[in-house]
T-cell receptor, first 115, second 113 residues
């Protein structure tokens, strides 16, 4: 079974530029998550989708971050404009459903450096 | 709010030593508890989980018991190997409603031969 795919793996941009990350979840997984992991910290949930609808985006900085999951499969996370503090690893995860005990499967992440 | 506190790292042990990584949590409801592991150069992967009080999760020689009375989920292994070197994350998720994993800060473990 193929895992969660993410691209690109690495990205270096200058502040105020825009960047987009792509995620393709495990086939059949209804729930998709984007996390931000700053160096030395645990991942923090940014946004959660159930199929193509947003379930939770309470920690997403909506003035600069946006995400979509058209057709309920793959997803894109965008930052515009980027700030220095956005330097982090962006993780995508998916699960069969969104009940509390469900296992989330993580992709390899996209490492973003904002200069 | 819901939170997870992990033992400060980094932790360095010799091969075959006994490992404990402490994890305590604060939650308003009845959470499921997880340990995720991040090996060098790889993504996060589930190590073990427990969904109710007194449950024991186990995998690859690692164990953790869900202790509701002490709000803890400590990770243990009787004899560590060099290949166990990784960053370990404790996390909780509430059973009710939308699943939202709340992670601890992670504990970096290095095992020396």
């Amino acid at each position: 079974e193929a895992g969660v795919a993410q691209s690109p793996r690495y990205k270096i941009i200058e502040k105020r530029q825009s960047v987009a990350f792509w995620c393709n979840p495990i086939s059949g997984h209804a729930t998709l998550y984007w996390y931000q992991q700053i160096l030395g910290q645990g991942p923090k949930l940014l946004i959660q989708f159930q199929n193509n609808g947003v379930v939770d985006d309470s920690q997403l900085p909506k003035d600069r971050f946006s995400a979509e999951r058209l057709k309920g499969v793959d997803s894109t996370l965008k930052i515009q404009p980027a700030k220095l503090e956005d330097s982090a690893v962006y993780l995508c995860a998916s699960s069969l459903d969104r009940v509390g005990w469900e296992t989330q499967y993580f992709g390899p992440g996209t490492r973003l450096l904002v200069l | 709010g819901d939170s997870v506190t992990q033992m400060e790292g980094p932790v360095t042990l010799s091969e075959e030593a006994f490992l404990t990584i402490n994890c305590t949590y604060t939650a308003t409801g009845y959470p499921s508890l997880f340990w995720y592991v991040q090996y060098p150069g790889e993504g996060l992967q589930l190590l073990l989980k427990a969904t109710k009080a007194d449950d024991k999760g186990s995998n690859k020689g690692f164990e953790a018991t869900y202790r509701k009375e002490t709000t803890s989920f400590h990770l243990e292994k009787g004899s560590v190997q060099v290949s166990d070197s990784a960053v370990y994350f404790c996390a909780l998720s509430l059973i009710q409603g939308a699943q939202k994993l709340v992670f601890g800060q992670g504990t970096r473990l290095t095992i020396n031969p």
